[in-house]
């Protein structure tokens, strides 16, 4: 059997293998009989260094900036568009508010003309009866609120006439009138809030006859 160089000795109870060395000098220097190996180094598994290194890449500064001008675009569409179905909303409801008084308004206007009616036919002998100073009292109340909420009498005689305003019923052919003027007031007009709500019914001037 050849001489091996080197010849392994196991050891049971060790888990250090211990190797023989077979013809070296044992008196050189740094030299001994037994080699011991030693167990390598205990190795730290660590995946920060890996973790770290999967980043998300930032967009580019001018990619960014486009989808911020962009974000905010919308935003201030979505702003105005909500500012507009506001004011929408309003002019809608003060709409509905005006036609619901204006309904109201013109069903009173009857109401009205018969005070009217009651004043003009009372005797001259009446006027200094309590109840038609109760009655004057009452109109003028009455017609002093309305016109807080915006009717308007229609100013007619004297005036020219206007197709947007009168609604002439009869002609007046006495001289002393130019063409088209309004003679007499037969029904008083009325507006509300710069709407027509119910137009004077008129005689008016047949020529000019001045």
Do not use: C, W
């Amino acid at each position: 059997m050849e001489n091996q160089p080197f010849q392994h000795l196991d050891e049971d109870d060790d888990d250090i293998e211990i190797l023989e060395v077979v013809g070296l000098d044992e008196d050189a220097p740094g030299a001994s009989g037994v080699v011991t190996q030693e167990a390598p180094d205990e190795v730290v598994l660590s995946f920060e260094d890996e973790a770290s290194a999967v980043e998300v890449e930032p967009l580019p500064e001018s990619e960014g900036a486009a989808e911020a001008a962009a974000s905010l675009q919308r935003l201030v569409r979505l702003q105005a568009d909500f500012d507009n179905f506001k004011k929408r909303v309003e002019r809608e409801r003060q709409r509905h508010d005006s036609l619901a008084t204006a309904g109201l308004v013109a069903r009173m206007l009857p109401v009205l003309d018969n005070f009217e009616r009651a004043l003009v036919a009372a005797p001259p002998s009446a006027s200094s009866n309590g109840l038609m100073d109760g009655v004057s009292l009452i109109f003028r109340q009455l017609l002093d609120e309305l016109r807080k909420e915006g009717l308007t009498a229609i100013e007619s005689v004297g005036q020219q006439f206007d197709p947007n305003l009168h609604e002439a019923v009869d002609m007046d052919s006495s001289p002393g009138h130019h063409a088209y003027v309004v003679t007499e007031e037969l029904q008083r007009g009325y507006v509300f809030n710069g709407r027509l709500l119910r137009p004077a019914l008129v005689k008016v001037s047949a020529d000019d006859s001045v």
